[in-house]
């Protein structure tokens, strides 16, 4: 029975081991999205969050906001918005 739970416990290790670098690896990918936008329209507007509903208020012809992660791939959809590095 001892070496049947030694096993368990080594399979257990690795699969956390593997989650938290599949887990790591998905914040890298998240921290390099380009969350700046530039707004190249000319009057005042707001540009809801797909996913955290935020409203970003876009004031006037190049005014820069930094945009949630989550939100930023509606935000490069968007002809209004520049990715900004």
């Known amino acids: 029975m001892s070496c049947c739970s030694k096993k368990r416990q080594e399979l257990t290790r690795q699969l956390t081991a593997i989650k938290k670098r599949q887990e790591e690896t998905l ?4 921290k390099q999205i380009h969350t700046k936008f530039m707004y190249t ?3 005042p507007w707001v540009f ?6 935020t409203r970003y208020h876009f004031r006037y012809k190049g005014h820069t906001i930094t ?3 989550q939100d930023a791939p509606a935000a490069m959809a968007e ?3 520049e990715s900004v590095p």
């Open 27 to 30: 914040l890298v990918s998240r």
């Open 41 to 43: 329209g000319n009057s």
């Open 48 to 53: 809801r969050g797909v996913f955290t509903r």
């Open 67 to 69: 945009i949630e992660p």
């Open 79 to 81: 002809s209004l918005l």
